[in-house]
């Protein structure tokens, strides 16, 4: 993590399976670039979990060799169409193979992001209250039929399940680069089909976790409960940018300044302006406004993480602050995050 974004993420397979098909990982580069990957390797062909692997190391690797501050759409493309080539060119142990695939990539200095995606791999923006699914599933219908060809019928009702169009080791596979904007305070999700189709609520639930300071440990609690529901490998990468407009920042002088710029705010990025102002009243021993500022934290519903809450009170004893009501509504907090571990 930095100061002013992190990328965290996680992944399970499905507990029938003897391997997870999903694969995802991401890199910083020296230049200010941050790649992100994740695969979900089709699981009806051989080696889902070779094959979604050197899908997401291959393009970190491309992109190390290849991908300078004036990179182009056509760079992309060429990287993409070295994976398909070396996935279809698989030994034959994994001869077959395939995987669907999303990559986003982000130039630290600029506010916007190139994505990719390739089958029906997903990938999400927020922004503030809001969530958009800014990939397209490469998908269709497809009639289920048995070995002998003959279609699959259930209650007199066809059987169809929805196919990807497609993917990675085909040796012919179809790319298009896009791009949106990548402001202050929001995310990018990329998640597998197993987790956003394992529960209708997958919008309201990955809103509800970006708005927590502690997001790897709302990842952790998310899984947790989608666990019961599994069925599939289930993989979930986000990029959150924790900065604030400079604009807003500056507009906001001191708590009673807060009504005006709350709307502005992604809830992650509100907890940090206020958990910066506590700090730097408490520097100030202001026992006064430290209680206004607590109180709105808890008004606003605006909890700082366990960590910057145990900070706020070492911070309180190293400068001799033993201020009660300043105490007791810190430590009021770190009881509402313990319970929601």
Known sequence: MTNNFEIVGKSIKDKEKTKNGDSFNHII????????????????KNCDWVASKEACDSFINYSQDLLGKDYTETTLLGICNKIDKG????????????????????????????????????IYKINRENIEQISIDETKDVIIRNKQGKVITSGGTTIVRNG????????????????TDFNYGESIVLASDGFYDCKSTFNSDIKEINKSSSLQKSINRLFKYYADYQKDDTTLLILRRNDIEPKIRNEYRDISDFEKIKSKLATHTAVTLLT???????????????????????????????EKLDELLSFCQEISFEEREVYKRIIDFIRIVMRKI
């Not at 580069?29 to 009806?44: C, F, Q, R, Y």
């Not at 986003?104 to 997903?122: C, E, Q, S």
């Not at 910066?276 to 209680?291: A, P, R």
């Open 164 to 179: 990807v169009t497609n993917a990675l080791g085909t040796g012919n596979v179809e790319v298009t680069i896009k791009t």
């Open 276 to 306: 910066d102002d506590l700090k730097l009243t408490i520097s100030k021993k202001n026992k006064e406004n430290c209680i206004l500022i607590l109180d709105k934290m808890k008004t606003e519903n605006l909890i700082p993480s366990r």
């Open 29 to 44: 580069l020296e230049n200010n670039m941050v790649i992100l990957t994740l695969a979900d390797g089709v699981g009806s």
């Open 87 to 122: 996935i279809s060119n698989a030994p034959d142990t994994c001869k077959g193979m395939l995987t669907v695939f999303a990559a986003v990539i982000w130039d630290i200095d600029k506010n916007h992001i190139h994505f990719i995606n390739i089958g029906d791999t997903r």
